[in-house]
């Protein structure tokens, strides 16, 4: 008998030997293959990005390759045409949603690619931040797909070895917050190539290196020991049928000064056991400046008939629905429904936020 | 069940240092330790043995991936794992299809399941033991993990945890007592 398990294990383990191969060999991370002839990038036509200075400043002319939109369908290429199952003619569709996880602030991405092979990637993108222009650079696919993230005034993300990707905007993108999205013209295998953030005037914008971020102070736990105690509270009504099954809270929650425009900090989140399914909640604040009225949450609609409460459909957990109470938003992550979250999120409420004075 | 394995080096290192080591051997572990947990819940969650499969391994893979990401301060590492496999479900239901990026992306083998496969991934995904053990205090997770999963005689339990033969009984009989009322209260 053939143990599907066991040989899952295999694959996995050999996977394991070829990441610690390819650390131990940097120049392999990166394998460009030349083209036989010119790939076909998302953006065929080299632009020309006229950008007006300041009244004292002279205009300045950035060039570069425009980035794909937001929402687009992924040409054919040369070097993808010999994949194994290539995303060439894929409709994609990038998505922005709040990270939900305690200690967090910034963005979860959601790509999805639509088509007879459907696929979709979601990471953690983290958000703009003085010193960090660029965030949650990531390639798809061997590079069918990249894209980055950037603050306000990144105009274009220079690509080492490669070309330069003018930024674009979007009505999703939240806070003026843009991105860059683009095919590589060559195949990679390994981490995302090195990008350069350029402002108007095609000036670099510095990038500060960290190796780790500061991490906030937190408690997690995990039925059957009580959720922990923090800075944050959520509470279930006691008939609602939440059953808290793990999470994590801040125990000490400060101001991120360096956050360009507006971002999210999630204080608590809890996973619940709800009518037979998980279900996630979390608290956000405003990431600059805690206690004060966060921002409105991007891509929300009203829900009819349910005033105060918000919602959307389209996040990789399922939907996600919130409701404003006091300077914080209550969101509700999950697969069944919006009326399940509804029901859910008006069974929740939110304790006293303990702010550092 | 991190201490449930006290007979190699390897069990004994907690998930953050199974992960964060890069190694074969500790991935391996990290894997077996958690495979059969992830199984039940996947398997609780989607309807058939190939669907829990394929959503075990894209989870594993996406876990091998980000593995770098993961905090042992932010809790156990099933919590973790159950967390991507919540997504890639939730993923899956509306799409139709599981995805399988992580697992093109690291290069691994698709692999096939023949029906003696299919049976086995069946009986993993239908146990709900390894999850409802979740919900027990750390000594009589053990105890009775010991005494029902490995089959381990009381004497033995008893020695190893350092307790009397009476006590490793109680906490095998408390434990179940716990895992008959955990699963009639999920039910």
């Known amino acids: 008998m053939s143990d599907p398990f066991k040989n899952l294990q295999r694959e996995l383990g050999r996977a394991v030997d070829r990441q610690a191969a390819h650390a131990e060999s940097p120049r392999r991370w990166r394998r460009w293959r030349r ?42 290429g040369a070097w993808a045409a010999n994949a194994l199952a290539s995303l060439a003619g894929k409709r994609y569709d990038l998505q922005l949603y709040p990270d939900l996880n305690a200690g967090d602030i910034g963005w979860v991405v959601s790509v999805r690619f639509h088509g007879t092979r459907q696929l979709s990637d979601t990471s953690g993108g983290g958000f703009p931040a003085k010193g960090t222009p660029l965030v949650g650079e990531t390639v798809i696919d061997q590079g069918e797909f990249v894209y980055v993230l950037t603050a306000p005034d990144v105009a274009a993300v220079r690509v080492a070895h490669g070309p330069t990707i003018l930024t674009t905007t979007a009505a999703r993108l939240p806070f003026g ?11 990679i295998t390994g981490p995302a190539p090195k990008l350069t953030a350029l402002n108007a005037s095609g000036h670099v914008i510095p990038t500060v290196l960290a190796s780790d971020q500061p991490k906030e102070a937190g408690a997690g736990w995990q039925r059957p020991r009580s959720p922990a105690n923090g800075s944050c509270s959520l509470i279930a009504a006691p008939v609602s049928g939440l059953n808290s099954q793990w999470g994590r809270v801040m125990t000490a929650i400060h ?3 360096s956050v360009i425009g507006r971002a999210f900090l999630s204080c608590i989140n809890t996973e619940y056991s709800f009518q037979g399914s998980a279900l996630a909640a979390a608290v956000l604040l405003d990431a600059a400046h805690p206690g004060a009225p966060p921002a409105m949450l991007p891509d929300m609609a009203p829900v009819p008939g349910r005033p105060g409460i918000f919602n959307r459909e389209d996040v990789a957990g399922g939907g996600l629905t919130a409701r404003r109470i006091g300077n914080a938003w209550l969101v509700v992550e999950g697969t069944n429904g919006l009326r399940q979250r509804v029901t859910a999120i008006l069974a929740l409420s939110i304790g006293p936020i303990k702010l550092v004075p | 069940v991190e201490r449930l394995h006290r007979a190699s080096p390897t069990a004994q290192k907690t998930d953050a240092e199974l992960l964060a080591s890069g190694e074969r051997k500790d991935f391996e572990a990290f894997y077996q330790r958690h495979v059969q947990a992830l199984t039940a ?6 309807s058939t043995p190939d669907l829990t499969f394929d959503l075990v391994a894209e989870t594993f893979a996406r876990a091998l991936e980000n593995r770098t990401r993961y905090d042992g301060e932010r809790g156990p590492g099933i919590a973790w794992l159950l967390g991507i496999a919540r997504h890639l479900i939730a993923d899956a239901a509306r799409r139709g299809v599981v995805d399988t990026e992580s697992r093109r992306r690291l290069g691994m083998a698709r692999i096939e399941i023949d029906d003696e496969g299919l049976a086995r991934v ?66």
Not at chain 2, 137 to 148: F, I, L, N, Q, S
């Open chain 1, 177 to 187: 917050i843009r991105a860059a999205i683009w095919r590589s013209e060559s195949e």
């Open chain 1, 35 to 76: 083209l036989r002839r010119p790939s076909r990038p998302l953006a065929v036509v080299l632009a020309i990005c006229v950008v007006s200075g300041s009244a004292a400043a002279a205009a300045v002319v950035l060039t570069g390759q425009p980035s794909a939109p937001l929402s687009g369908t992924i040409p054919e």
């Open chain 1, 255 to 257: 101001p991120d000064p």
């Open chain 2, 41 to 46: 819940y996947v398997g609780s969650r989607v």
């Open chain 2, 122 to 187: 069946e009986e993993w995904r239908t146990q709900d033991l390894r999850i409802a053990l979740l919900s027990l205090p750390v000594a009589e997770r053990e105890a009775v993990t010991r005494h029902v999963m490995a089959e381990e005689p009381y004497p033995l339990i008893a020695a190893s945890i350092g307790c009397s033969e009476e006590v490793a009984r109680k906490r095998v009989s408390r434990g179940l007592a716990r895992l008959r009322a955990f699963l009639q209260d999920q039910r």
